[in-house]
């Protein structure tokens, strides 16, 4: 079963942008980017929706860690 592939809110955008996070989201493998998107739009509480885009920016910035697991791959250089 495929994933459908997800659009980038334009607030998500602006908030990567914003934290000059963009080169840390597209250095993450395909998968993981759309299952930000697919996770953050999910959401349905406007709380709920901002706490996973904090998250998701968290672990940008951080690197190393993705949805709260350890993923090597993604560790900031």
Known sequence: MTRP???MPDDVRAEISEQKLMDAYEERPFYQRNDYLAWIGRA????TR?????QMLAELDQGG??????HP???RR
């Open 44 to 47: 349905k509480r406007l709380e």
């Open 5 to 7: 592939i997800q659009e």
């Open 65 to 70: 860690v993705y949805m709260g697991m350890d």
């Open 50 to 54: 901002q706490k996973r885009i904090s």
């Open 73 to 75: 791959p993604s560790r």
